[in-house]
Each structure stands twice: as structure tokens, then as C-alpha cells.
């Protein structure tokens, strides 16, 4: 029942980052470029180059809209997972994350060529997602690196930062006793999911998420 509860509130929680990207990105965004070429319209009979100008500031004005809804649409699920794999796809990922020049994100892919069952793939990036997101807006680091790599016949995921750390102890147990939803309880849930051995540790000195997948 709690997990079913769950499942229902990440749905919704999903689905309000769509309505709101569609809302804000999207109408909003068509509503300028209306309003852009209506007085483009207005004004090209009298004055070229006001129109011109009005027509290269919609043309703008809906690039920068395209370039922020596939952002938007790639974190809810980026289609390029099936295609490339879940390495090259976080690094894309990291690449769309706030850019601070305080702040060095890089994701080591030690995978290379090898691709694993399409599950773990979504597994193992939703729980890098979650992990980068929360390290970036929370932790307060310089630099934020996420690894892939094979070990045995498992695959090894780790995020670390140099932050400043959390009750990583206290945080777990929070999820255990609340319906809360975030980034923490997806990583939880996702290596529960996928039978993996989740490790999470904080200090003063950063924080290290560790996840083993078995690929048996």
C-alpha cells in the first residue's frame, strides 16, 4: 500500500513538471512569439527594419523555448538512453546541469561499448540523475564527478562531491518512516528495484553514493 502510494506521487510529481515546462515554456512562449510577429506585422508596412528586428527577436525567443522544453523533456526521459547508452546519455545529462564557473561536473564513463539490459540502463541513470541533482543544488561542492565502471560481473556506479556533507544516516532513515518523495528515496528505491547494494556516506569532506548492480 505505501509503495503503491509512492508510485502514484512520483507520477504526479512528474506529471507537474510536464504541466509546468508546457505552461511556462511552451503557451508562454508562443504568446510572446505571437505578440512579436502581430507587431512585426504592424510595423513592416511602415518600417522595414523595426519588423526585421521584431522577426529576429521571435526567431530567438523560440529557439531558446525549443532548447529549454528538450531539456526539460530529456530529464523526464531521455529517449537517447536506448540508442547510446547509459554513459553517454549522463554525460549529456551533466551537460545540461546549471552552469556556476564555482563548479566542475564530469562523468566518467567506464563502460565504453558495453551495453547492459535496457532496466538497469534506466536504473542506473535515474539514480545518477538524482544523485548529481542533489549534489549540485544542495551540497555546496566545487566539484561533482559521476563513474561508471564494471567490476566482476556486476556494474559500479559512484557520485562523490567535496561538499560539505549531510546526516546521511538520519536521511535514509527519514525515507524509511515518510511517503516524502526527492531524489534520495529514488536512488533508494531504484537499487532496491534493480537487487543493488546502495552506500551512501557524508562528511565534512563530501558525500559518496555508491551503487553495485549484479548483472546476473
Do not use: K
Not at 65 to 72: D, E, S
Not at 78 to 104: F, H, N, Q
Amino acid at each position: 500500500m505505501v509503495a503503491a502510494r509512492r508510485i502514484v506521487a512520483q507520477r504526479e510529481a512528474d506529471r507537474m513538471v510536464l504541466a509546468r515546462a508546457l505552461h511556462d515554456e511552451a503557451a508562454q512562449t508562443l504568446a510572446n512569439i505571437a505578440l512579436h510577429l502581430q507587431i512585426c506585422e504592424r510595423a513592416i508596412a511602415v518600417d522595414v527594419e523595426r519588423g526585421r528586428a521584431e522577426l529576429a527577436g521571435a526567431r530567438a525567443a523560440l529557439g531558446e523555448a525549443i532548447n529549454r522544453l528538450r531539456a526539460q523533456v530529456f530529464q523526464l526521459r531521455p529517449l537517447i538512453l536506448e540508442e547510446v547508452g547509459v554513459g553517454p546519455t549522463l554525460r549529456r545529462y551533466a551537460g545540461t546541469l546549471p552552469s556556476r564557473d564555482d563548479l566542475a561536473v564530469e562523468v566518467v564513463d567506464g563502460l565504453g561499448a558495453t551495453r547492459l539490459d535496457q532496466r538497469v540502463e534506466l536504473g542506473l541513470y535515474r539514480i545518477a540523475q538524482a544523485a548529481l541533482d542533489n549534489a549540485v543544488a544542495h551540497s555546496g561542492a566545487s566539484a561533482v564527478v559521476a563513474e561508471l565502471r564494471p567490476v566482476g560481473g556486476a556494474v559500479e556506479l559512484r557520485v562523490r562531491d567535496d561538499g560539505a556533507g549531510f546526516d546521511a544516516a538520519g536521511a535514509l532513515a527519514q525515507i524509511e518512516s515518510s511517503d516524502a518523495i526527492g531524489g534520495l528515496r529514488t536512488m533508494v528505491e531504484w537499487s532496491r528495484a534493480l537487487g543493488a547494494e546502495l552506500e551512501l556516506t557524508s562528511s565534512a569532506e563530501g558525500t559518496l553514493v555508491r551503487v553495485l548492480v549484479p548483472l546476473s
